[in-house]
């Protein structure tokens, strides 16, 4: 079975400072991998996804995550924290396109915290 | 324009009673889902709905019922609740079979709390 693991429930870090959440995928087949973000009192709004084109990722709001194969891993990162930023992040692993359309297993997610 | 909508947002109510939560998507998608989120965060599939067939179910009490009526529309009610039912309920949308995208589109919530 597909899964994510997000490691760090809670991030904080200074505003200008860089972003790292990290997250690592298990699966027996190339995975298709996103991160979405959830601000307070919202729904979760995809932020980026790998489907194999590319292993750097570039996503919305400044966000990139690279695909490690070797390493398992899709980490998310962001040069440059803004105070906006705060907000929950969930990590995403998608089953295979046979049965069960989108079905997304979500990882555990991780506050993050921007301080001045 | 909301593109995923629930209603209500916020509905407290007593154990053992019954409840519905509506869902409606304006973004022409043919799949439709509810997610379930705990005081953890944690997010867990519950059901989803291609074009009104039920093509997951995932490990739900019975108590659960989804009901979609046309692909726009996705219902979750609920029987008897109980103290751990209280949550909050995503639904969300998306086309089947996505090659390139695999994204759902999110409503904002219905939180669920159970006295």
């Known amino acids: 079975a597909q899964s994510v693991t997000q490691l760090g429930s809670h991030v904080s870090v200074s505003e200008g400072a860089l972003v790292l959440l990290r997250c690592n995928y298990s699966?027996?087949?190339?995975?298709?991998l996103f991160w979405y973000v959830q601000y307070p009192n919202q729904g979760l709004q995809l932020l980026l996804k790998?489907?194999?084109?590319?292993?750097l990722v570039k996503g919305i709001n400044g966000f990139e995550a690279e695909f490690k194969k070797s390493e398992t891993s899709f980490h998310l990162t962001k040069p440059s924290a803004h105070m906006s930023d705060a907000a929950e992040y969930f990590c995403?692993?998608?089953?295979?396109?046979?049965?069960?359309?989108?079905?997304?297993?979500f990882g555990t997610g991780t506050q993050l915290k921007v301080e001045l | 324009d909301t593109a995923v909508s629930q209603t209500p947002k916020y509905l407290v109510t007593q154990m053992g009673n019954d409840k519905s939560i509506k869902c409606e998507q304006n973004l022409g998608h043919d799949t439709m889902y509810w997610y379930k989120q705990d005081s953890k965060k944690f997010l867990k599939i519950m059901f989803s709905?291609?074009?009104?067939?039920?093509?997951i179910n995932e490990t739900v009490p019975n108590r659960f019922s989804p009901k979609s009526p046309d692909k726009a529309h996705l219902n979750l009610h609920i029987n008897s609740l109980e103290l751990g039912d209280s949550a909050v309920y995503f639904c969300a949308s998306s086309h089947f079979k996505q090659l390139n995208t695999g994204e759902l589109f999110f409503g904002e919530g219905s939180r669920l709390t159970v006295l």
């Open positions: 709905y291609n074009n009104k067939e039920l093509i």
């Open positions: 699966s027996s087949v190339p995975p298709y």
């Open positions: 790998y489907t194999s084109a590319a292993t």
């Open positions: 995403a692993v998608r089953r295979g396109l046979t049965g069960g359309g989108n079905k997304l297993t």
